[in-house]
């Protein structure tokens, strides 16, 4: 039998070693590579952006006057979650206090306090999609009902008009029924059950 020699610990604790002080300093290459990549978005200067770069997740969606004072709708797209919120008052959850709002400009900004930190948010812009040209509202005409039943109702009607087209509607159902009749097939009694002995 042969005996066979295997590598002692120590070889492979430095092998292990030397792999892995190349590793590192392939790392900061590859973060560079990282940041200037073609296929991430590209950098803007929006307050939004600011905030993102502040790794804050809040987003500015609404204001709305209310007889308390005006709120602000404040949304962590990592939590999934949202609050309607006003000035100066502490978020639980979310911890966050909005600090300042600027109504001025194209669009609405707040200043939030989240953390230390203090950042710009603007109102997001709502999105409209035109679902075309709105068509007709009038409903289009009942082609089985006669014109006696439906030009015969008013605005305002009168007794007499009232009266006419409650008359309208009476001979309507008498002339359906007439019809169900004619195109009913006639009814045949069924034989009686024959007699027990």
Do not use: C, Y
Request: aromatic share 4%; no cysteine.
């Amino acid at each position: 039998m042969i005996a066979r020699r295997t590598p002692s610990r120590r070889l492979l604790a430095l092998a292990a070693a030397a792999l892995l002080a190349l590793a590192m300093r392939a790392a900061p290459a590859e973060s560079s590579r990282a940041s200037s990549s073609p296929f991430l978005p590209a950098q803007t200067a929006t307050p939004n952006a600011a905030a993102a770069a502040n790794n804050a997740t809040l987003d500015f969606l609404g204001v709305m006057d209310l007889p308390d004072g005006r709120r602000f709708r404040i949304i962590d797209a990592q939590k999934k979650t949202g609050v309607w919120i006003g000035l100066n008052e502490l978020e639980p959850k979310l911890n966050f206090v909005i600090k300042q709002h600027d109504p001025s400009g194209p669009r609405d900004t707040i200043t939030v306090e989240q953390a230390g930190r203090s950042f710009t948010l603007q109102l997001r812009e709502g999105k409209v999609v035109s679902s075309g040209a709105a068509g007709s509202m009038v409903p289009p005409p009942m082609s089985n009902v006669p014109a006696a039943v439906t030009n015969a109702v008013v605005v305002n009607p009168s007794p007499a008009d009232e009266q006419a087209r409650l008359d309208a509607v009476v001979a309507e159902v008498a002339r359906r029924r007439a019809l169900r009749d004619q195109s009913a097939p006639p009814v045949t009694p069924a034989p009686p059950p024959p007699a027990r002995p």
